[in-house]
């Protein structure tokens, strides 16, 4: 009977050895990296939150906008009739021309305040909007800060200098204070 012996390399009994002794560094790396991971997620959707607001109100500043032109051309329509109509009367000898008038400046004042009153709105719908994108700068930051750290943890695995591993942690620092500082 034949028995089958497994002859093992050097490299094999290495990856081994160390998949059994896990390296404390090792282990902290990969802490380290799970917990910036996250905290990369949550300053991210927070990023993302606060353009969402932006784009929200920055939209609406737009269309109170449209309304406002809308409304100022429809007044100008009107004080156009009204003119023309002032104008035209004594040559018409229009009976009811006063009325009509009347009438028209009477929808002109209502259209213009109207107006007025939508570009107010859209002025400040438009300062809601650069409010809620404010905190976006500093979170862009502080998520370009973890990714800094992460992307120095990654290295400090591979050539295990822990000074980078140092620097890994004052970069994520940097970021977590800077996400803290959007919110305040």
Request: aromatic share 6%; net charge negative.
């Amino acid at each position: 009977m034949s028995e089958e012996y497994e002859v093992r390399g050097p490299h094999e009994e290495a990856v081994e050895h160390r998949a059994e002794h896990r390296e404390p560094l090792a282990q902290q790396i990969a802490l380290f990296s799970a917990v910036l991971a996250t905290i990369g997620a949550v300053v991210s959707l927070l990023g993302g939150h606060t353009q969402n607001d932006a784009l929200y109100y920055k939209n609406e500043a737009v269309l109170l906008k449209a309304r406002a032109s809308d409304n100022w051309s429809y007044y100008q329509a009107e004080e156009i009739k009204r003119h023309l109509l002032e104008a035209t009367a004594p040559l018409s000898h229009d009976a009811g021309a006063a009325a009509k008038i009347a009438s028209y400046a009477a929808r002109s004042r209502i259209l213009q305040a109207d107006a007025q009153a939508l570009d107010h709105r859209s002025e400040e719908a438009d300062a809601e909007s650069q409010h809620a994108l404010h905190p976006h700068v500093k979170l862009s930051v502080a998520m370009t800060f973890v990714q800094i750290a992460i992307a120095l943890a990654s290295i400090t695995a591979l050539t295990r200098r822990r000074w980078l591993f140092a620097l890994a942690g004052a970069s994520a620092a940097i970021g977590c204070v800077l996400a803290l500082v959007a919110w305040s």
